[in-house]
């Protein structure tokens, strides 16, 4: 049952890649933290710090997130 378990987990965080992905085009977000996301999601490897994300302080500002109207 626990080699069940872990092959349902498996294709579970592929459909959560797959997912991603997916949101990703819809907003046109293709960001650091976007593809660091779908790596972290291809991968078998853990990673305790994964959150917060997105970590903004990482990039910096993204191109859409920069507001002309906001300039002075």
């Avoid at 997912?19 to 490897?45: C, P, Q, S, T």
């Amino acid at each position: 049952m626990a080699d069940q378990s872990v092959v349902q987990l498996r294709q579970k965080i592929a459909q959560a890649r797959e997912v991603i992905a997916h949101l990703m085009d819809k907003a046109a977000f293709n960001g650091a933290e976007a593809h660091r996301a779908l790596d972290y999601f291809g991968g078998d490897a853990f990673e305790r710090n994964f959150l917060p994300w997105p970590r903004q302080g990482d990039e910096g500002l993204r191109p859409e997130e920069l507001n002309a109207a906001n300039d002075d």
